[in-house]
């Protein structure tokens, strides 16, 4: 059995509490996973083009408030 047949097979067990538990936990972890990843990417310029792109954009006038 892998880990993750492991981990699926714990979570099904859970109570409804536990998984609801489990639930916020797993969000506030994927939440900060993502936060992250998002951080070390614009540090690596990864989010560069993507940010100038953006601002030609709205320099062209091509973009509209919200």
């Given at each position: 059995m892998t880990?993750?047949?492991t981990i699926e097979r714990e979570i099904k067990e859970l109570t409804r509490s536990e998984l609801a538990a489990?639930?916020?936990?797993?969000?506030?972890?994927?939440?900060?996973?993502w936060d992250r990843q998002i951080e070390e990417d614009a540090l690596a310029g990864?989010?560069?083009g993507l940010a100038e792109k953006a601002l030609a954009d709205h320099k062209a006038g091509r973009?509209?408030?919200?």
């Open positions: 880990r993750i047949q489990f639930r916020r936990w797993f969000q506030e972890f994927d939440a900060a996973q990864k989010l560069d973009t509209k408030e919200l």
